[in-house]
Nanobody
Framework: QVQLVESGGGLVQAGGSLRLSCAAS????????INWFRQAPGKGREFVAA????????YYADSVKGRFTISRTSAKNTVYLQMNSLKPEDTGVYYC????????????????WGQGTQVTVSA
């Protein structure tokens, strides 16, 4: 099993910044990296960004490119999502997810999920 715990969400004004963290533990060697998804009220889960454990290859949704940066620690057990220039449409519950693949856009690809952290961006 793999355990994922998100933290760092909160309320911020448009144009502000937040940094989310995803701490991974357990059988992380069974996963290839960490993915961030978000879910706005009444909508499905949307891919945001991902990073592989090995090469540190990164992936971003077009909607966040140039504003969000994903990174991982050298110990490869924590992943950060630095979110700058936040917009009201970035509001939602942010989840980290892991599985055998990394960077795939469908939430169905991932077996392990955290509990989520709320991000609210006010206009």
């Amino acid at each position: 099993q793999v355990q994922l715990v998100e933290s760092g969400g909160g309320l911020v004004q448009a144009g502000g910044s937040l940094r989310l963290s995803c701490a991974a533990s357990g059988r992380t060697l069974s996963t290839s990296g960490i993915n961030w998804f978000r879910q706005a009220p009444g909508k499905g889960r949307e891919f945001v960004a991902a990073v592989t454990w090995g090469a540190g290859t990164t992936y971003y949704a077009d909607s966040v490119k140039g504003r969000f940066t994903i990174s991982r620690t050298s110990a490869k057990n924590t992943v950060y999502l630095q979110m700058n220039s936040l917009k009201p449409e970035d509001t939602g519950v942010y989840y980290c997810a892991a599985g055998a693949v990394t960077g795939g856009r469908s939430s169905s690809l991932y077996r392990y999920w955290g509990q989520g952290t709320q991000v609210t961006v006010s206009a």
